[in-house]
């Protein structure tokens, strides 16, 4: 048998990874800026979570949401307490798709409709209502386009509320920073008026943090740059730090019920052991005060670069964006200098997704490359 053909795949095998750094099968080490998409939060192979997760599985790994979880429940006190989403809950799941396609289905239960709204450059996730709420026509199968979804641009106000006022929207779903879609972000302005008008039209406000959640732009959550409320949160990637876990916060306003939501593998014990060891790393290594440092030394040094056009993005979500196409910059960077960045829709970008791990001198072996293979 034979793999389904659906990934461009560069020739690089990676066999082992510790921190910022992963190794081929010939023991070269690559130096990891993207993270396998935004996923690795605290290093890879950090000795406390290959503790906990060792420890963990040998007493159990998994049993159904039919019986109590402990763990749970010392999760969603945990990441309340580090967030600062006061009184929010919390319903697990496996992914970031997984985790919008539960915010979209709780916020048509909540409000007894039917459409969605999102914005130009979005990337919600590959499945039914989440990839029709995604802004690529090319991944959207017939099956998912009977999902009723407008697509505005990010930042118009006048066609958000023209689109609410119809009473039909059971959700707006934004990214505070895009990031497939090439780091763009609206004003303070737009997300703070669009969070008004959802209240107003009785329509839920998501904030899609499965990439941008986790610390990885300084604030715990993107979102919380603004004064903002929104109704459900989603998140997964950095989370669980390379285990599948996602999930959404809910505000209080939404009821439970038997039945509303459910899931066989999100929230088990392994997936509880992954993200608690996540959060504690974050809080203890101070990680969130880390990002902002680099955050800040990777834009000085950026300045360095007189062909980069713009400087997207915060913390450690970054995106350089260049006049040319980065494609064979991004091939260079890793057959020649054995670093691992990302790319976007926005073929010009080039992404920065390190762990929050990072530090200045790999910063620095990164800006060495780029002025290496620009001059």
Do not use: W
């Not at 048509?108 to 709204?117: D, I």
């Amino acid at each position: 048998m034979s793999l389904f053909n659906v990934y461009p795949l560069f020739n690089i095998t990676p066999v082992k990874a510790k921190d910022v750094h992963v190794y081929d099968e010939n023991n070269v080490e690559y130096l990891d800026l993207y993270g396998g998409h935004a996923v690795i939060s605290i290093g890879h192979s950090h000795p406390k979570y290959v503790k906990n997760i060792s420890e963990q599985v040998a007493k159990m790994g998994f049993y159904s949401n039919s019986i109590q979880n402990p763990l749970q429940e010392e999760l969603a006190e945990k990441l309340e307490e580090i967030s600062g989403c006061k009184n929010y809950k919390l319903f697990m799941c496996n992914s970031g798709a997984e985790a919008n396609e539960n915010a979209l289905k709780l916020a048509s239960f909540h409000t007894n409709k039917k459409k969605v709204v999102a914005f130009k450059n979005s990337f919600h996730g590959r499945t039914s209502a989440a990839v029709a709420a995604t802004d690529n026509a090319k991944i959207i199968a017939p099956l998912n386009a009977q999902q009723e979804v407008e697509i505005l641009e990010l930042g118009d106000l006048v066609g958000l509320e023209k689109a609410l006022a119809k009473n039909d929207v059971c959700a707006v779903i934004v990214e505070f920073i895009q990031g497939v879609g090439g780091l763009d972000e609206s004003t303070a302005e737009f997300y703070e008026t669009a969070d008004k008008l959802c209240k107003k039209y009785n329509t839920c406000f998501i904030a899609d943090e499965v990439q941008s959640g986790f610390g990885r732009t300084g604030d715990f959550f993107a979102f919380q740059k603004f004064n903002v409320i929104p109704d459900i949160i989603s998140i997964a990637k950095g989370m669980g730090n390379g285990f599948p876990v996602g999930g959404i916060l809910i505000h209080p306003s939404i009821k439970a019920s038997f039945g509303l939501l459910g899931t066989t593998f999100g929230g088990n014990h392994l997936a509880c052991a992954a993200t608690l060891t996540v959060l504690d790393v974050i809080k203890e290594e101070k990680l969130m005060e880390n990002v902002k440092e680099i955050s800040k030394y990777f834009i000085k040094k950026s300045k360095e670069i007189p062909q980069l056009k713009n400087l997207k993005g915060r913390g450690l979500m970054l995106g350089l964006e260049f006049d040319f196409p980065i494609a064979e910059l991004r091939k260079k960077l890793i057959y020649n200098h054995k670093i691992f960045t990302g790319s976007a829709k926005n073929p010009n970008l080039i992404r920065i997704l390190p762990s929050l791990t990072v530090q200045k001198k790999h910063i620095d072996v990164f800006f060495e490359a780029l002025k290496s293979e620009l001059s």
